[in-house]
C-alpha cells in the first residue's frame, strides 16, 4: 500500500518519461483506479504543475510547462544527482557558483535524513579538463558513495577492474589500493589512488570499479605528487608526470585567419598575423601527435619551432607516405 505523496511522485515521474499518458495506462502502472488518477491530477495542478487532458478513445493527460516554478518531487537517485550537479558548478565557468551553492543548501536542508547521509558521504573533487572527448560515464550513484566513503574511512579499497581482466583463464585477484581523490570531470568520474602492487600513484576510471566488501585495513594519508589533485590529475590528462602543462609545446604559423582558427584551438594561443595569416602555439602529448593534431586546420603550415616539431611532420609525412603506399 503505497502513501498518497509517494503516489503523487510515481505519478508525477510517470509523466515526465513521455508526452501523453492515456488514463487507463497511468491507472494500470499506478495500480490505481481511475478515479484516484483523476483525483492525484486535480491535487498535482493546486500545487502548480500545468497538466492537460488530452482528447482520445481513453482521454488522457499530459504534463505542459508551467508559468510558476511549482513544489518539485524527486525521487531518491534525482535528489543525489541534483546535488552532484549542483557541487560540480564550481567549474561551469559560467559564473554560477555563489548561486549553486545556496541552492546545495536549499536542497539538502529539505532533504530527508538518509539522503543526507547519502549525500554527506559523497566528497569531490570537480575539475574542468579531460583528454579526449566521449560519452559520460554510467557510474551509480552506490558505488561514487562507496568509493568515496573509503576515501573519507583511509581503509584499503578492494575492488575489481575491468581494464584489467582477461578474455581467458582465471580472473585476476582484486586490486588493492590506497584511495585519496575521487574526481569528476565533464560527466567522468575518477579515482586517485595509491596502487599497492605498483607502488605509485594511479587514476582508475570509477566506471570499471566494482568495490569488494569489506575493506583493507586503514592507511596513513599519503601527500600526492605536487599537492593538488586537480593539478596532478590535470597534469597526468596531458601526459606529464609533474607540471600542468603539455610535455611537447611548439609554435607554428597557420595560412588561415585567426577567426577561423580560434574556435578550435583549445587551449592553444592564438595571434593574428594579418587577413589570411595567424600563428598559433599549442602542446599536446608527443612531437607526433601535435603535428598530427596542427593538420586539422587543412592548410599550409609553417614551423616556427622547435625543431622536434618539425622533425615530427617528416616522421608524420613518412608513416602517411607507406599508408597511401600500400
Known amino acids: 500500500m503505497t502513501t498518497a505523496t509517494s503516489r503523487l511522485l510515481n505519478l508525477l515521474s510517470l509523466l515526465q518519461t513521455r508526452r501523453d499518458w492515456p488514463g487507463a495506462l497511468l491507472a494500470e502502472r499506478l495500480d490505481i483506479s481511475h478515479r484516484t488518477v483523476r483525483r492525484d491530477v486535480d491535487r498535482l495542478r493546486e500545487m502548480g504543475y500545468s497538466i492537460r487532458a488530452t482528447m482520445g478513445p481513453d482521454g488522457g493527460y499530459r504534463l505542459d510547462a508551467g508559468s510558476e516554478l511549482p513544489p518539485l518531487l524527486f525521487d531518491d537517485d534525482q535528489v543525489i544527482a541534483l546535488a552532484v550537479a549542483l557541487q560540480a558548478a564550481s567549474v561551469s565557468g559560467v559564473g554560477i557558483d555563489e548561486a549553486a551553492v ?3 543548501t536549499t536542497v539538502r536542508q529539505v532533504m530527508p535524513s538518509r539522503l543526507r547521509h547519502r ?14 572527448d566521449g560519452a559520460p560515464d554510467t557510474v551509480s550513484p552506490d558505488t561514487l558513495v562507496a568509493l568515496s566513503a573509503s576515501v573519507r574511512a583511509r581503509e584499503v ?9 582477461s578474455n581467458s583463464g582465471p580472473q585476476p585477484a582484486p586490486r588493492k589500493a590506497e584511495p585519496h581523490h575521487l574526481v569528476t570531470s565533464q560527466g ?10 605498483r607502488d605509485d600513484w594511479r587514476i582508475f ?20 605528487s605536487g599537492g593538488d589533485v586537480a593539478r596532478y590529475v590535470s597534469a597526468r590528462f596531458r601526459g606529464s608526470d609533474r607540471a600542468d602543462r603539455w610535455p611537447c609545446t611548439g609554435k607554428v604559423v597557420l595560412h588561415r585567419p585567426a577567426s577561423y ?12 598575423l594579418g587577413p589570411e595569416r595567424c600563428s598559433l602555439e599549442v602542446g ?7 603535428a598530427a593534431s596542427l593538420n586539422r586546420f587543412d592548410t599550409d603550415i609553417d614551423v616556427v619551432g622547435p625543431p622536434d616539431l618539425t622533425e615530427a611532420f617528416a616522421q608524420l609525412a613518412s608513416r602517411n607516405a607507406a599508408t597511401a603506399a600500400a
Open 261 to 272: 582558427v580560434r574556435p578550435f584551438a583549445g587551449d592553444g594561443i592564438v595571434e593574428d
Open 188 to 197: 567522468r568520474w575518477y579515482l586517485v589512488a595509491w596502487d599497492l602492487e
Open 119 to 132: 549525500l554527506d558521504a559523497l566528497e569531490f573533487t570537480a575539475i574542468a579538463t579531460r583528454p579526449g
Open 157 to 165: 579499497l578492494r575492488f575489481d577492474y575491468a581494464g584489467s581482466r
Open 284 to 290: 599536446s602529448w608527443s612531437w607526433v601527435a601535435l
Open 102 to 104: 545556496r541552492a546545495l
Open 205 to 224: 576510471r570509477a566506471d570499471r570499479i566494482t568495490v569488494r566488501t569489506p575493506n583493507g585495513p586503514r592507511f596513513a594519508p599519503r601527500e600526492i
